[in-house]
């Protein structure tokens, strides 16, 4: 099975990208209906790096992994993957692209019915024409590389929420990606699962030269495997760095996420009308 790269633009209008980014926003606007979710942002994913996103919940961090998806077109600005201005693409470019990007969904995803074997060949049945023993040796090869060949046969009812999460890693590698998302891959894990998760991620993008884009809550383990850290909030990027970098930032609202302080920027109460509002007097 040949790995088709995505294949540059060549509209000359287009401004070069930056030369080491995979993915790149540009000035991106996006939201839902009226409420802007992200204002203007400007983010670029090295090639070859995994860039972790982080935030507060609603910060904006799903969103752009829907946006490099193209399952939200951004209200202005560009999101560019290896050149490529994503929202110029029509069905059959989309869908080219979409093939070379893996996506782990929270919590795995994997479909009840069929077995772990067959949860890693869907793709491969639904993209290619190969023969039946290359497609198993194939998902055999991926299953090995996150070590549950030993479980081919078994229904994802019948093992851990650590190996269902495993399973759906290797199901997002079957067709050799350029481009992995992850959405919370370490949520709902014991810390024995989530530190497995953690190291097959940073393996797998180092061994296959991928370039990643992880959002998560998790500090320790995002820390752990990041080799770049942008943090959202209210809309726009509060911070971006290195690991070390921020937890060394004395910027506030940094100091208040990686510290995981209850006191800080970011407040426990939704702000509210004034108190005369909750008994209906209105002044």
Known sequence: MTNQ???????????????????????VTCGYGDRVILKNIDLVV??????????????????????????LSPMKGQVLINGVDIAGLDAAGLMAARRRMGMLFQFGALFTDLSVFENVAFPLREHTR???SILRD?????????????ARDLLPSEISGGMARRVALARAMALDPELMLYDEPFAGLDPI????????IRELNDT?????????????????????????ANGSIAAQGTPKELRASEDPLVRQFVQAAPDGPVQFQYPAPDAGHDYGVRG
């Not at 070859?48 to 193209?70: D, E, N, W």
């Not at 030269?209 to 320790?220: A, F, K, N, Q, R």
């Open 193 to 200: 699962s989530m530190g497995v998760a953690a190291r097959l």
């Open 46 to 71: 090295p090639r070859g790096k995994l860039v972790a996103l982080m935030g507060v919940s609603g910060g904006g961090k799903t969103t752009v992994l829907r946006l490099i998806g193209r399952q």
């Open 208 to 232: 296959m030269g991928l370039t990643s884009v992880l959002v998560s809550h998790d500090v320790d383990e995002s820390f752990l495997i990041a080799d770049h850290v942008v943090l959202l």
């Open 130 to 132: 190969l023969p039946e």
């Open 138 to 150: 194939l998902v055999l090869m991926k299953l090995n590389a996150v070590g549950l060949r030993g």
């Open 5 to 27: 790269a995505i294949s540059p633009a060549t509209d000359s209008a287009l401004p070069p990208q930056s030369p080491d980014a995979f993915v790149e926003l540009r000035g």
